[in-house]
C-alpha cells in the first residue's frame, strides 16, 4: 500500500508540555464505584472546546500524575462498577493515572437550575439565553422559561464581571437591539437582544475603561483619549497620550 500526504493529528494527553491548555475528551475518564476516578493518559486532547473535548486541562509539571483537571462541566458521565479484581488490573495499567478520590452527585434533569446552569461557561449561557429568549417569542408568558431566563441573566452577568475589557468588548453589541439599517426594516432579528443586558456590558465596558492603565491600552484606545483631552485642552495630557503612541508604534524623536 502506498500512502501520500502528511496526516493530521490530534496531541495526545501525555504528550502536554508544562504550562500548555486544553480540553480533554471525555473518552478518557473513568468513574469507578461512584468514588474513584482512572484518567487514560493516551487519549486526546484539542486546543478548543468542540465535540467531545469538554474537560478544561492543563499541564502543571513534568511528573506523569502532573496535571489540573476542571469537572465543572455540563457533560455527564457514566459510573461503572468494579470488582475488586478489575480496580486491580485498572489501576496496574500505565496508561492509566490514580485512582483519586472524588465527590460525585446524581443527574437531576428536572433539577437543571441548580445542577446544569451554575456549570454552564459563558458560551453556554449565551446559547441556552437563545434558547429561551426562541422561547418566549413564541409563547411570551411562559412562565419556566421567564424565570429561567432571569436565572441565566443573572449567571451571564455574573460570567462577565469577570472578564477583562479585551475579552468583554466581544460582546459589546452581541445583546443590542438592531437599528432599522442593520434589520432592513425589521426583516432580521438580533435574538438575543435583551436591554437588560446590553446596558449591563455597555456599562461595565466604560468602568473598565477608567479603571485602565493607559500604559495597556491599543493605540485606538490612546488616540480617542488624546483627541478627547485636546478638545479640553488639556495639552499636557494629550502630549502624555502621543509619547504612549509613539512607543507602541516605534516612532522615534
Known sequence: MKINGIIIVMPLMSEMKVGQKG???TEAVLIVNTTKIFISTRYDISEIRDGKYLIPITRTGEGKEDYEIDF???????N???SEKDFKSVKENSNYIGPYDIQTEIDQPLNYREQKYPRMDLLELVGEFLTIK???RDTPNETIALEDQKIIRRLLKEKMKELMLS???KYETSFDILNEEESKNGEIF???EDVSMANFIHNRIETLKLEQNPE???VQELEVLQKQAIKKEDYEKGRYYQNLIDIKTGVTN
Do not use: A, P, R
Open 23 to 25: 480540553y480533554l475528551t
Open 72 to 78: 465543572s462541566v455540563t457533560t455527564t458521565f457514566y
Open 80 to 82: 461503572t462498577q468494579f
Open 134 to 136: 426562541e422561547t418566549l
Open 167 to 169: 475579552e468583554l468588548k
Open 190 to 192: 438580533n435574538y438575543i
Open 216 to 218: 495597556d491600552m491599543s
